[in-house]
């Protein structure tokens, strides 16, 4: 069986952010342990998600995370500072990719990128919903705020 592979297509910066490595994140490797960067990535995403006002409480209606894919290109280690960047993917009707970049501050190519498929979610239901046309705006470059 050959394994299928799909090209993301990247689409408007969301957001960036600086976090400094700390030595509890390492492991007995003397590298980051992987579970980590699922953290930065979530850091980002809810950052984010907080600067548009979007309900983060699991009531009415809002995000919840169905897929979460992380490819590591390279090691970090303490001391460092990393750069983590948020872009949007494709939209779809009822979910949406983001996709982080995790770079060593002042390098160029990325440690690491995650993928994550987002599906918007009515709690009260327990259903997918269409994306609101107003976060579908800003996840296609047409707007920057709700």
Avoid: C
């Avoid at 998600?49 to 280690?77: C, F, H, N, P, W």
């Amino acid at each position: 069986m050959t394994p299928q592979h799909t090209e993301t297509k990247l689409g408007t910066k969301l957001s960036a952010m600086r976090f400094p490595v700390r030595w509890g994140e390492m492991d007995a490797l003397g590298h980051v342990n992987n579970a980590s960067y699922l953290r930065y990535f979530e850091e980002s995403r809810i950052l984010w998600s907080e600067s548009l006002g979007l309900r983060l409480d699991g009531t009415g209606e809002g995000m919840i995370l169905l897929k979460a894919s992380v490819t590591y290109k390279r090691q970090v280690s303490y001391p460092a500072d990393i750069d983590i960047d948020l872009i949007a993917g494709d939209v779809g009707r009822t979910s949406f990719q983001l996709v982080n970049t995790l770079t060593i501050t002042g390098e160029a190519a990325p440690a690491a990128i995650g993928e994550f498929v987002i599906v918007w979610f009515d709690y009260r239901t327990n259903k997918p919903q269409p994306v609101p046309a107003a976060l579908r705006a800003v996840l296609e470059g047409k707007a920057s705020a709700l």
